[in-house]
């Protein structure tokens, strides 16, 4: 079996020595509207299924690297962080990948702009960040296909968050993973508004890991997922081409809601929703129905995303007063 190892040292080719005293970068987060739910290998985070996001842009993690001795140094929005905090092992085990020998550590100060492990993608944008850091301080020049890799070691949606926009992760096929990663699509959607309803900033109680495993593990639903992404991304590539958003949206919805059903339907069944979770959803669909067009899209936690069209913001504002708009393809209103 291909070990995670053997692909970073095929990729960095053992240029494990920093070529400068510190490496920085900043990834954005990206929000899936077709997910990724359920791997073939989860030591590669090799996926069943491709998925397709769009990135947030001015949404993200800034990260930066150095090393030292001693041990890792992991501060997290501003707080040095206890070795046995699980967001220090999550890291200090990845990081395991890039030494050259045990006593190299690193020094690491990284920011989300959205609460980290509450299903908001900080993990997508923390390890395509770092990943970035790393090849700014080893300088290794890798091409960002090649990055997506390492990224989606770390963590699986992070292969998308190397590029902002719209982004087609490619399940591939081989068995040591060089042929799953992301690739960026040229169109763009200058109109599409994401909303962010951050109803809980908790972190999640199942991380998507293990939520993943329950799901495709258990006797579920899960089986009907992978025709159900392969048809829906035949439906939104041309939605996409046609700059459609209210297709988009309802694929989107679709999609989401399905991926919490084959959760739903596991043994033991595992719903990362609440309360506030299934009222906001039916806000979003009693507007509908008064013919406000605003999709939702969930992840692994209890936060609902919202799809809308530039014209429909006012609205959705008058709705969600809380809501945080993000414009995908354009400069961000004050
Ligand atoms: O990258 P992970 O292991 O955190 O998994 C992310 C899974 C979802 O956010 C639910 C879906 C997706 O495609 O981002």
Redesign the pocket.
Known sequence: MIRAQDIVTQLTSHQLTPNKSEGTAYAPV?I?LI???GKRNSEL?LPITD?L?VGLRTLGTQTRISICAGQDQITLNGLLLATDHPFSQRTSRYLDLFRSSPAMRFVIDTKNDVPTGA?L?S??SGYAALVLALNDLFGWQLDKSQLSVLARIG????SRSLWDGLVHWQAGTQSDGMDSYAVPLNQTLPDLRIGLLTLSAKAKPIS??AG?KQTVEGLSLYPAWKPMVDAHLAQIIPAIEQGNIQEIGQIAEHNALA?HATMMSAFPALCYWLPETLATLHTIWAAREQGLPCWATL??GPNVKLIFDQAAQADVERLFPDVQIVRPFGINLP
């Not at 963590?155 to 992070?158: D, L, Q």
């Open positions: 990206n899936a997910k990724y739910w985070n998925s996001s299903g993608a993990s997508a963590s699986g949606s992070a998507s890991r993943m991926m992840d692994a």
